[in-house]
């Protein structure tokens, strides 16, 4: 799950798997704007079979924020 | 991946995020710094029309109306800017969805100036606005929109998270819609469709089912079959060549053609047909040789998968489409293409199809009267040459687009090009076109020259059309080139083969027309012809007519 996860963020944001963690944020990644994490987050509720919720975006300052709200939808996914 | 899907690379510059209107208002902004070929502006609704949108009925019908006129004025002025700055480019602005949704609900069409006519009159102005532009395009967005259903058209929330109202789902399929754009700037669109017969232009097999039983008109059966052919009698109006690749008897599919009642395509549509029993891929081959077009230049459709697989096997330049496997939905195929669409139809293009069937009469004339000497002689060729025009530049800037294998230098040039080239005094373009018995070949042949020095002309472009190659016409084209340009003062012309990946037919063309080689590397040769005794053979075969004096230097 972590794998397919990983490999989505790195496509989406161009970014090598070595730099991809929970503290992986728009602060730290200068190709992450608020489209991309529009892309992000399309992808991954694809690849997951998700949906979140519009409430949900405002809480999203890092790639561990995401991470919590994909398991809170029930997908089993741990990252570092 | 573009190169792969489409043919092309491209680089992309981006204006920063809703930062498009200074981007064009500077001049130093990295708009102008990146000189695109191409720029697209993607005008959103709610920012153009705000609370006019928003809450419409807030407003006065007068005020609805103006704001129309406004907004409409407004773009006007920015694409405008832009298009001054940027000369050499296209320009594509969109125009804007028509709301599917009103406030007041059943009572939108008794409103004046209501949201829904408001912005309908905005779209038509903006239509109105650049008619007869030909450097700025209005991409029909509400059309996109219509076509894919316009409430999957709008995603409110990443317009609330990113103030951006597309769903990134479409965003690939509109960026494929932008695509056609690219291809034609670039010259690359495609030129004919080949076609198989069976199963493909009508149902059925006509060697076993016969001509009665084939599924052709108005039956549920026969009605995909008509509609797919009115489709491609469609594109073949807009200049698009057809030709036949069927495995077939050649009488049974002739008598099909003549004389079925609901045929709508027929003999004289198609310029090309090799209907025998010999492989698809040996007939393909065949075909694009005798329309003297390249394999990349054709499309292929055959409701076979096994033809088809090896098509794309064997001849991977081909663009080989699957056709669905229910006939009721060929048709979409031919709306969904592309290959063909192109930013300008000119006169030539629409005479396309017509020349080629004067072609195939041509190509049978030539099998009744060898020699080839006696075939040309026969043509009764007439040729006529003459100097840029408001009338002919666009077809000049096409057959620059356009041609590549009788092209020298493959130089690409948009109108905007050829008229500076028109007007500059170190510059004179020759237009060449062709007659013959058969009919009218129309422009095919361009000679652009420049004055390097006093006494030397350098051939910057020199093209034929592949449909007037093989009949010598480059020998008197030349030759009158020379002509005027030695009576200009004149002393030699130095012309150029740049080699490109298709004009190896003309490599050794100014030394058959009687020019030395001076300089010469693998990938170029630099050859000069004196004007002081040197004169190139003149078949006496074509009839030269200039009609117009050359501009004075």
């Known amino acids: 799950m972590a794998k397919n996860f990983v490999k989505i963020v790195s496509k989406v944001l161009g970014i090598p798997y070595s730099r991809i963690n929970c503290t992986t944020s728009p602060a730290n990644t ?15 509720e694809k690849q997951f079979k998700v949906q979140l919720d519009i409430k949900d975006y405002s809480v999203i300052e890092n790639l561990g924020d995401i991470v919590g709200l994909l398991r809170q939808s029930g997908v089993k996914i741990d990252l570092e | 991946m573009w190169g792969e899907k489409y043919g092309f690379d491209c680089e992309i510059y981006m204006s920063p995020y809703a930062q498009y209107s200074q981007d064009i208002f500077n001049e130093e902004s990295g708009l102008y710094k990146f000189a695109p070929n191409l720029v697209i502006v993607f005008i959103d609704g709610d920012h153009l029309f705000g609370d006019f949108l928003k809450k419409p009925y807030f407003k006065t019908s007068e005020e609805r109306g103006a704001k129309a006129i406004a907004a409409c004025e407004e773009i006007d002025a920015l694409i405008r800017e832009c298009a ?5 480019a296209k320009l594509v ?111 059925g097999v006509l060697g076993e089912d016969g001509l009665e039983k084939i599924a052709l008109g108005p039956t549920p059966n026969g009605y995909p079959y008509s509609e797919f052919q009115i489709g491609l009698l469609n594109l073949h109006k807009r200049g698009v060549i057809l030709a036949i690749n069927s495995n077939n008897n050649l009488d049974d599919a002739m008598l099909a053609l003549k004389n079925h009642p609901n045929m709508v395509l027929r003999e004289e549509h198609f310029a090309a047909m090799k209907v025998n029993w010999n492989d698809k891929v040996s007939n393909m081959i065949e075909i694009a040789k005798e329309l003297n077009i390249g394999l990349d230049s054709i499309v292929f459709l055959d409701d076979d998968p096994l033809n ?21 939905h ?122 390097k020095e006093e006494s030397e002309w350098v051939i910057d472009t020199f093209l034929l059309s592949c449909r007037a190659m093989g009949r010598n016409v480059e020998y008197s084209f030349i030759n009158y080139v020379a002509d005027k340009l030695k009576n200009m003062g004149a002393r030699k012309i130095t012309g150029v083969y740049k080699q490109s990946s298709k004009n190896a037919p003309v490599k050794d063309l100014y030394q058959k027309l009687g020019f030395t080689t001076i300089e010469e590397t693998s990938t170029e040769v630099k050859s000069v012809f004196s004007l002081e005794g040197s004169k190139c053979t003149l078949p006496r075969y074509i009839k030269i007519e200039g009609s117009e004096s050359l501009r004075e230097n």
């Open chain 1, 30 to 44: 200068s190709s992450w704007n608020s489209i991309v994490t529009l892309i992000l987050i399309s992808e991954l």
């Open chain 2, 84 to 88: 001054s700055k940027l000369p050499k």
């Open chain 2, 93 to 203: 602005i969109n125009n804007l969805m028509i709301p599917f949704y009103s406030p007041v609900g059943p009572l939108e069409s008794k409103q004046k100036n209501g949201i829904v006519h408001m912005l309908k009159d905005f779209n038509m102005k903006l239509e109105e606005h650049f008619m007869n532009d030909d450097q700025i395009y209005v991409f029909d967005y509400d059309l996109f929109t219509s076509r894919i259903g316009k409430e999957k058209c709008i995603d409110r929330r990443a317009k609330y998270l990113a103030d951006v109202q597309i769903p990134i789902g479409i965003v690939p399929r509109l960026s494929h819609s932008y695509v056609s754009y690219m291809r034609s700037i670039l010259g690359l669109n495609r030129k004919c469709i080949v076609l198989d017969l069976d199963n493909t232009l009508w149902g």
């Open chain 2, 308 to 328: 088809r697989e090896m098509m794309r096997k064997a001849l991977p330049q081909v663009l080989t489409l699957d056709l669905p496997n229910d006939a009721a």
């Open chain 2, 330 to 451: 060929y048709l979409d195929v031919l709306e969904n293409l592309i290959e063909f669409d192109s930013l300008l139809i000119t006169e030539e293009d629409e005479n396309r199809p017509k020349m080629y069937a004067e072609e195939r009469k041509r190509r049978e004339f030539m099998h009744s009267s060898l020699p080839l000497s006696s075939f040309l002689e026969g043509l009764q060729l007439e040729a006529k040459i003459e100097q840029a025009t408001k009338f002919n530049i666009p077809r000049i800037s096409q057959l620059t687009l356009r041609t590549n294998q009788f092209n020298l230098t493959t130089k690409r040039y948009q109108e905007k090009d050829i008229l500076a080239f028109s007007t500059s005094p170190t510059h004179q373009i020759f237009a060449l076109s062709l007659r013959d018995r058969f009919g009218d070949y129309g422009l095919v042949g361009v000679i652009i020259v420049e004055k």
